[in-house]
C-alpha cells in the first residue's frame, strides 16, 4: 500500500478536526444560554422562588412558540441566596463559566445592585426582575445609567410617592411614623422617598425607628412609636419582620393604619403576623391578578395550569423581566451585548402584565403602582396609580 504524503495527511487530520470543531459548534449553537438567578434559598426565598417560575413559564413559552432568533432559550439558573456576595459569586459564574449572552433576576435591591456591578464590568445584559432601589440601574459614585442594566419594575420614587400620597388623601394622615430597616438599602430608600413626600404634602414624621433584619423583639421601639400618637405606622420592610411587628404592634393596642411596600407580598406574612393583625394594613405593590387586561388574564390561566396556583406579584414579576430581555433581542435581532442593550434601552409600549409599559432614560420601567389591602388574611385589590 502507497503511503500518503506527510503533508497530505497533515491537511486531511486538520480537516477532519475543522469538521468535529464544526460540529461541536453546531451543536453547542443550537441554544441561546440566557442566566436566571434568583433568591431561591434564604430569608427572602418566596420572592425568588416565586419570580423564577414566572421567568421559567414565560421561557418555555417563548420555546414554544418558536425560541428566539430560530434557537430554544437554555436556562442556566443560580441561587444568589439572597446574599449581595453570593449575587456576585453567582453573577459571576453564569458570565464567565457558563457563558450566558443575558441575564435575568433578582428581586432584592442589594443583591440586584451587587449583580449589575459584575454585569457591567463584564458588558453583559441584565434585566432585573424587582429590585426598586435606583442603584441597581444609576452607579451610584459617578451618577451615570449603567450602560447595560435595565428593570421590568417601577422604582422607590415613584412607589413611596404614591404611598406618601394615599396616606394623605385615604386616611387624612396628619403625621405619620416610620420603622427602617437600617440593613436594607430597600427599606431605606423606600423610607426616604416617602419621608419627603409625605413631608412636602404637609404632614409630619413624628417617630423614626430603626430596626435589623431577623430582630425578633420589637416592642420597645413600638412603645415609643405609640407614645407619639401618629394617625399611621409607616413600614418598609421585608414581610418576615413586617409580620412579627404588625403582630407586636397590635398587642400594644397599635390600632392605627400600617403602610408599607412591595417587599411585603408573600404567603408567609399571614402566617407570621396573623389575619385579624393585618386588618387595617395596606401596601404598595407591582401587580394583582384583580387588575384586568389581556395580558394579565393569560399569564394567570397559563401560570394556573402550569402550578396549579394563582400567581402572585412576584411571579409576575419574573415573568415580565423574561418577555422584556426576549423583546430586546429579538428587535436587536442579534445576540450581541451592545445591540441587546440599544434595543432594550429603546423599549416602547411593552405590553406586561400589569398594562402597557415603557422604559426611562434610566432604564427603569415606566408602569402602575397597585394598592393592596388585607382583609382577613386576604389580598384585596384597590386601585392602580399610573404616572
Same mark, same amino acid.
Given at each position: 500500500?502507497?503511503?500518503?504524503?506527510?503533508?497530505?495527511?497533515?491537511?486531511?487530520?486538520?480537516?477532519?478536526?475543522?469538521?468535529?470543531?464544526?460540529?461541536?459548534?453546531?451543536?453547542?449553537?443550537?441554544?441561546?444560554?440566557?442566566?436566571?438567578?434568583?433568591?431561591?434559598?434564604?430569608?427572602?426565598?418566596?420572592?425568588?422562588?416565586?419570580?423564577?417560575?414566572?421567568?421559567?413559564?414565560?421561557?418555555?413559552?417563548?420555546?414554544?412558540?418558536?425560541?428566539?432568533?430560530?434557537? &430554544?432559550?437554555?436556562?442556566?439558573?443560580?441561587?444568589?441566596?439572597?446574599?449581595?456576595?453570593?449575587?456576585?459569586?453567582?453573577?459571576?459564574?453564569?458570565?464567565?463559566?457558563?457563558?450566558?449572552?443575558?441575564?435575568? @433576576?433578582?428581586?432584592?435591591?442589594?443583591?440586584?445592585?451587587?449583580?449589575?456591578?459584575?454585569?457591567?464590568?463584564?458588558?453583559?445584559?441584565?434585566?432585573?426582575?424587582?429590585?426598586?432601589?435606583?442603584?441597581?440601574?444609576?452607579? #451610584?459614585?459617578? @451618577?451615570?445609567?449603567?450602560?447595560?442594566?435595565?428593570?421590568?419594575?417601577?422604582?422607590?420614587?415613584?412607589? @413611596?410617592?404614591?404611598?406618601?400620597?394615599?396616606?394623605?388623601?385615604?386616611?387624612?394622615?396628619?403625621?405619620?411614623?416610620?420603622?427602617?430597616?437600617?440593613?436594607? =438599602?430597600?427599606?431605606?430608600?423606600?423610607?426616604?422617598?416617602?419621608?419627603?413626600?409625605?413631608?412636602?404634602?404637609?404632614?409630619?414624621?413624628?417617630? #423614626?425607628?430603626?430596626?435589623? &433584619?431577623?430582630?425578633?423583639?420589637?416592642?420597645?421601639? +413600638?412603645?415609643?412609636?405609640?407614645? &407619639?400618637?401618629?394617625?399611621?405606622?409607616?413600614?418598609?420592610?421585608?414581610? #418576615?419582620?413586617?409580620?412579627?411587628?404588625?403582630?407586636?404592634?397590635?398587642?400594644?393596642?397599635?390600632?392605627?393604619?400600617?403602610? @408599607?411596600? =412591595?417587599?411585603? =407580598?408573600?404567603?408567609?406574612?399571614?402566617?407570621?403576623?396573623?389575619?385579624?393583625? +393585618?386588618?387595617?394594613?395596606?401596601?404598595?405593590?407591582?401587580?394583582?391578578? #384583580?387588575?384586568?387586561?389581556?395580558?394579565?388574564?393569560?399569564?394567570?390561566?397559563?401560570?394556573?395550569?402550569?402550578?396549579?396556583?394563582?400567581?402572585?406579584?412576584?411571579?409576575?414579576?419574573?415573568?415580565?423581566?423574561?418577555?422584556?430581555?426576549?423583546?430586546?433581542?429579538?428587535?436587536?435581532?442579534?445576540?450581541?451585548?451592545?445591540?441587546?442593550?440599544?434595543?432594550?434601552?429603546?423599549?416602547?409600549?411593552?405590553?406586561?402584565?400589569?398594562?402597557?409599559?415603557?422604559?426611562? =432614560?434610566?432604564?427603569?420601567?415606566?408602569?402602575?403602582?397597585?394598592?393592596?389591602?388585607?382583609?382577613?388574611?386576604?389580598?384585596?385589590?384597590?386601585?392602580?396609580?399610573?404616572?
Amino acid at each position: 500500500m502507497r503511503r500518503l504524503p506527510k503533508v497530505r495527511c497533515l491537511v486531511i487530520v486538520l480537516i477532519w478536526i475543522a469538521g468535529l470543531i464544526a460540529g461541536c459548534g453546531n451543536k453547542a449553537g443550537e441554544d441561546i444560554k440566557i442566566g436566571m438567578i434568583y433568591e431561591l434559598t434564604g430569608n427572602t426565598a418566596t420572592y425568588g422562588t416565586s419570580a423564577a417560575s414566572g421567568a421559567k413559564l414565560a421561557f418555555k413559552e417563548i420555546n414554544a412558540g418558536g425560541g428566539v432568533l430560530g434557537k &430554544q432559550i437554555q436556562i442556566v439558573a443560580a441561587d444568589n441566596k439572597g446574599e449581595p456576595s453570593e449575587s456576585a459569586n453567582a453573577m459571576t459564574k453564569v458570565i464567565t463559566q457558563d457563558r450566558v449572552i443575558a441575564v435575568t @433576576g433578582f428581586t432584592v435591591s442589594s443583591c440586584g445592585i451587587a449583580g449589575s456591578t459584575v454585569s457591567e464590568d463584564n458588558k453583559i445584559p441584565f434585566v432585573a426582575a424587582a429590585t426598586v432601589n435606583p442603584k441597581v440601574t444609576v452607579d #451610584e459614585k459617578t @451618577g451615570q445609567v449603567k450602560k447595560y442594566t435595565f428593570r421590568a419594575c417601577f422604582i422607590d420614587s415613584f412607589q @413611596g410617592t404614591v404611598g406618601a400620597n394615599f396616606a394623605l388623601h385615604n386616611f387624612n394622615a396628619k403625621n405619620a411614623a416610620i420603622m427602617i430597616d437600617n440593613s436594607s =438599602d430597600y427599606s431605606k430608600g423606600l423610607a426616604r422617598v416617602f419621608k419627603t413626600a409625605f413631608t412636602q404634602g404637609s404632614g409630619q414624621i413624628v417617630a #423614626e425607628e430603626a430596626y435589623l &433584619q431577623k430582630d425578633q423583639d420589637f416592642k420597645s421601639v +413600638l412603645t415609643k412609636i405609640k407614645a &407619639q400618637n401618629p394617625d399611621l405606622l409607616y413600614i418598609p420592610g421585608y414581610y #418576615e419582620d413586617v409580620g412579627k411587628i404588625v403582630k407586636q404592634a397590635r398587642e400594644l393596642g397599635i390600632d392605627i393604619p400600617v403602610l @408599607g411596600g =412591595d417587599a411585603w =407580598d408573600s404567603p408567609r406574612l399571614v402566617e407570621i403576623g396573623g389575619a385579624s393583625a +393585618l386588618n387595617n394594613t395596606y401596601f404598595t405593590n407591582f401587580y394583582s391578578v #384583580e387588575d384586568k387586561n389581556p395580558v394579565s388574564n393569560a399569564f394567570v390561566e397559563a401560570y394556573k395550569q402550569e402550578y396549579g396556583q394563582i400567581p402572585d406579584s412576584m411571579a409576575a414579576m419574573g415573568y415580565d423581566a423574561a418577555y422584556l430581555l426576549i423583546d430586546g433581542i429579538k428587535r436587536a435581532n442579534s445576540t450581541d451585548a451592545a445591540k441587546i442593550s440599544e434595543a432594550l434601552a429603546a423599549t416602547r409600549n411593552f405590553r406586561s402584565v400589569s398594562g402597557d409599559m415603557d422604559l426611562n =432614560d434610566t432604564h427603569d420601567a415606566v408602569r402602575g403602582v397597585v394598592i393592596i389591602e388585607m382583609k382577613e388574611g386576604k389580598q384585596v385589590y384597590k386601585e392602580t396609580i399610573r404616572p
